[in-house]
């Protein structure tokens, strides 16, 4: 999400949906725009869309989606713990552009969702995952130790730049590298950038809906 300027006006939930959508959906151009102009093609994990068969396509998004639930449970066992870092996160929704992102209906906060695994996993795991895969020599993508060692370390570099990349607290920063490695995984396990989107809008779209009804519990109960 893009950071809050404090010397803006107030921010108002249409202004926050549009600027956190057009901010997620900025990371996908800039992904498409480095595969075309440095490679390798972010595209290239992306199976094409054909009228007649639907199904894989379907498929692959349903799996995505039944992947979030492991990274789910895991953050709702971290929640567990009686730790301050741990209660430093759940601090987080007293952020005034968080916040106000928490005021938008479901179907927003699912769209929004939605550019974020797009544009992020385009962008770390659809290409500088591979980039840095052929920037240490080895990716020659015809098997063998020399292409498991280049994948492992692309697949470990891209987790720590996308656990940088959301800068919010220093456990965040670990839990979300952790998630790009999960994300890293299921694309080099199925081949298809469609699953860790699919598993990442999920994630985000679940967290997102059950913090704002949270909430609105909350502030009903205060009232």
Known sequence: MPPEDPDNAEQTPDRVFLSAALFELALAALALFL??????????TVPELVIDEVWPILSNVLLGCVAAGPILLFVEIIRRIPWEPIRELERLTDDGMLRTLLQLRPPELIMVSICAGIGEELLFRGWLMYWLADLVGLADFSGGADTTLAIGIALGLSSLV???FHPITKLYVVLAALMGLYFGGLVLYTGNLLVPIAAHATY????????????????????
């Open 162 to 164: 996308f656990g940088l």
């Open 35 to 44: 595969g075309w102009a440095i490679g390798p093609s972010a595209r290239a």
């Open 204 to 223: 985000d779209a679940v967290q997102l809906i059950l913090t704002a009804r949270n909430e609105r519990l909350e502030a009903s109960q205060a009232a």
